[in-house]
């Protein structure tokens, strides 16, 4: 890919490469002509679009399942976005599409919430789980370097440790913060960072790993920086737009972005083109 197609879709004031694995965009630090994604304390990790994906649809089935179950009526989800969201929300969300009052469904909310993990395990075979490229290289480059691993999701917390432990990615990660008490992502993030702060120190530097335009502003609400991903619904532009630290078309297209080898591999650390300034608006 050309230099000029990737300065032109770079914002100003991004640097911006294409690696093997895919494009980077970076605000660079005065100096920096790398991106600095593996320099903060602590990671907190979206994992739907972010760490991995069910195309078997699981989880999202599980919703009308229960409402079924605890309410005697099915409910959609199509109205809803469901990415970036919680699981309160996108039931909050569906609820409201459906036109039923707050007063209607929330009383039974401790137990939708119970159906929906019950719904999930009880289908958990089904499940089809893909991890994203470069997820496992980059947790294991993070892990040997001492940085604290924890997901931050809007899964509540059975589901997303389910989802980890499945597609065996759940040794990586020693703490989480989920949407069980967080109908808002940005308050699910603010108390993955006090989990985050408490193992690695009080003024320990935390950053925001996500696919979502709301990744992004639930990492901005907290003052945290963010790293986003383009490997769930949102393009390496749009995300592009809102604006993340750092962009990657995906994690393996980050770990490319290295200035020496990776794990010795002769072919990482290989730029196809130069480091170019992102010229338009
Ligand atoms: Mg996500």
Request: with cysteine; proline share 7%; aromatic share 6%.
């Amino acid at each position: 890919m050309p230099n000029s197609v990737i300065a032109s879709s770079a914002p100003a004031g991004y640097v911006s490469l294409v690696t093997a694995q895919g494009r980077v965009a970076w605000r660079p630090c005065p100096h920096d002509s790398i991106p600095r994604w593996d320099q903060y304390d602590a990671y907190l990790f979206d994992i739907d679009g972010t760490l991995l994906r069910d195309p078997g649809r699981v989880h999202y089935n599980a919703f009308s399942k229960a409402c079924l179950e605890v309410l005697g009526h099915p409910l959609s989800l199509e109205p809803v976005t469901v990415a970036g969201s919680t699981d309160p929300r996108i039931l909050r969300d569906a609820f409201a599409a459906a036109g039923i009052a707050d007063e209607t469904w929330r009383p039974h909310l401790p137990r939708l919430l119970e159906a929906i993990c019950s719904a999930v395990e009880r289908q958990a075979a089904s499940m089809q789980l893909t991890i994203m490229p470069g997820v496992v290289d980059a947790l294991r480059h993070l892990a040997a370097a001492g940085k604290w691993l924890g997901v931050a999701t809007g899964n509540l917390e059975s589901i997303g440790w389910l989802k980890l432990e499945r597609s065996e990615l759940r040794q990586h990660f020693t703490f989480g913060g989920f949407s069980d008490a967080h109908e808002q992502r940005a308050d699910m993030i603010a108390a993955a960072a006090a989990a985050a702060r408490k193992l690695a120190g009080a003024h320990a530097s935390v950053v925001v790993v996500g696919d979502t335009p709301s990744d992004i502003e639930a990492a901005r609400a907290n003052a945290l920086p963010v790293i986003a991903v383009a490997t769930g619904h949102y393009s390496f532009d749009r995300l592009l737009e809102h604006p993340p630290d750092i962009c990657a078309e995906n994690l393996a297209a980050l770990l490319l972005a290295q200035p020496a080898p990776f794990n010795g591999s002769p072919t990482n650390g290989h730029m196809v083109n130069a480091v170019s300034k992102g010229t338009s608006a």
